[in-house]
């Protein structure tokens, strides 16, 4: 990617360098021939308009007329309708009487003015020739020629000039690319290295943030990413450390009790029933928390079971049926304030679970002869359900804390009453997947109250219309 960079900005630098040596010489070249073409088109046109009053075209009639005109510098060569020369201004190798078969004195001869200039480097040649008019008709060619090495001479300078001042520019440039294609290079290296210690798992690794280009963009979005694997990675080792925690608890109780009903001997069918009961209550509680990891890894997986319509009302009053043994047992009374019609889309199966694990908590985490209010309402194209208790609440501190994994207020409550620290965080994870917001309220030795909002379907119908 170096190489291409750098190649890119010397096709560059190199391209305007061109296109700057060949501009300016090329206007300067172009300005010369015009004011060559002006002066020498003028003269012809004079020596032509001249030549057009004699009454015959003669070596004698032609040399009579140059000679009252002042031909200067440059040469003049005036030929009849034959192209036969009939006067040469050139003194030394004069070419009167020889034939000038060239494109000036044959396109003079058709009627046309005429002119070339071209640049050999070492001077500027150019002629312009007209016609001889007598009679209406082309009698004989004027030709004007004029070589300038003076002006080539400049032109030649400022082409060199040009170029040299084009050489250290482009080694000047070609430097100046290298660096700045290996700056570069070097930040895309850096990002690869830590996009490479990312990748074999070492999240907490960060790419240095410097500078205000896309280069530093990028990077503070690889961190961002790599903080979410980091904490992604850690939620990861707690749960598995947790989890590995919570299992081995029950496990541990079932060995001893295995281990304590094969090694008696002689033990009363009394003591083995309580010994079988406590198993079973222990297998009970490691098939609740297998269940509630498999809904987690299933919400964690982004599967989950279709959403239809739900009638949030029927859910709570069926949670409430079911839950109203656990609550008499504890002396737990349960109010519903129910409003009929309060339809959301979501599953049903994960909707009742919303409904049954907040009023199972609060039915759990009560005091004797306490109360659980459940109220329910559509307003403003939001169902909204409050589940409020008289129970112990929760500390401050820990509010914040209550929907992450394996977390336990009152750790040893919780295990006493056979919590896995998995419910609240299925209830989070289960509202936020069906568009729902999930709040909680807490003072200590007076209550907690959760609030659980979802979008109702009357509001969906109408967004969807």
Same mark, same amino acid.
């Given at each position: ?26 206007? =300067? ?12 088109? *003028? ?21 009579? $007329? ?40 044959? &396109? ?8 070339? &200039? ?9 002629? &312009? ?6 009679? %209406?008709?082309?009698? %004989? ?26 050489? $250290? ?31 074999? %798992?070492?999240?907490?690794?960060? &790419? ?35 989890? =590995? ?55 964690? *997986? ?71 209010? $459940? ?87 109408? *967004?969807?219309?």
């Amino acid at each position: 990617m170096q190489l291409k960079m750098a190649m890119v900005y010397i096709a560059i630098v190199i391209g305007v360098l061109a296109a700057l040596n060949y501009y300016p010489v090329s206007v =300067s070249e172009e300005f010369v021939f015009q004011s060559k073409q002006d002066a020498l088109s *003028a003269r012809a046109e004079l020596y032509s308009s001249t030549m057009s009053g004699v009454d015959e075209l003669t070596p004698e009639t032609a040399a009579h $007329v140059m000679s009252l005109l002042d031909a200067e510098e440059t040469r003049v060569l005036v030929t009849d309708h034959r192209m036969r020369v009939l006067y040469d201004s050139t003194q030394g190798q004069s070419l009167v009487g020889s034939l000038a078969l060239l494109g000036e004195t044959r &396109a003079a001869l058709e009627g046309n003015d005429y002119f070339y &200039a071209e640049n050999s480097g070492d001077a500027i040649t150019s002629v &312009a020739s007209c016609p001889i008019m007598i009679g %209406g008709v082309p009698a %004989g060619a004027v030709c004007v020629y004029d070589t300038d090495m003076s002006r080539a001479a400049l032109i030649a300078d400022l082409r060199r000039n040009f170029r040299g001042v084009s050489v $250290v520019v482009l080694v000047i440039g070609v430097g100046i690319c290298v660096i700045i294609s290996r700056i570069f290079g070097r930040k895309i290296s850096e990002l690869l290295e830590t996009m490479r210690t990312v990748r074999d %798992g070492d999240y907490a690794c960060r &790419a240095e943030e410097r500078g205000d280009d896309e280069f530093t963009y990028l990077a503070k979005e690889l961190n961002a990413l790599s903080g979410h694997f980091e904490a992604v990675e850690n939620m990861r080792r707690r749960f598995v450390s947790d989890a =590995s925690h919570e299992l081995k608890t029950p496990l541990a109780s079932i060995k001893l009790l295995a281990d304590s009903m094969v090694q008696s001997d002689d033990v009363p069918a009394d003591t083995m029933r309580e010994f079988a009961m406590d198993i079973a209550e222990e297998t009970e509680r490691l098939d609740r928390l297998a269940e509630r990891m498999l809904d987690i890894t299933r919400i964690d *997986a982004g599967v989950a079971d279709p959403a239809e319509t739900v009638d949030l009302t029927a859910a709570v009053e069926r949670a409430g049926r079911m839950l109203e043994p656990l609550a008499a047992q504890q002396r737990i009374r349960i109010e519903l304030e129910l409003e009929d019609g309060c339809d959301i889309f979501a599953s049903e199966d994960y909707a009742y679970r919303v409904v049954f694990n907040l009023i199972e908590n609060a039915i759990k985490y009560n005091r004797p002869e306490g109360e659980v209010r $459940v109220y329910l309402y559509d307003k403003d194209g939001e169902v909204t359900l409050i589940i409020q208790d008289t129970g112990i609440g929760i500390p401050a501190e820990d509010v914040s804390r209550v929907f992450e994994r394996f977390y336990r207020v009152d750790k040893a409550r919780s295990r006493a009453e056979g919590g896995s620290g998995l419910g609240l965080s299925i209830v989070y994870d289960a509202v936020r997947r069906y568009g729902g917001n999930i709040t909680v309220e807490s003072e200590q030795d007076v209550g907690t109250r959760f609030t659980v909002v979802f979008p109702s379907l009357k509001r969906r119908e109408g *967004a969807e219309k």
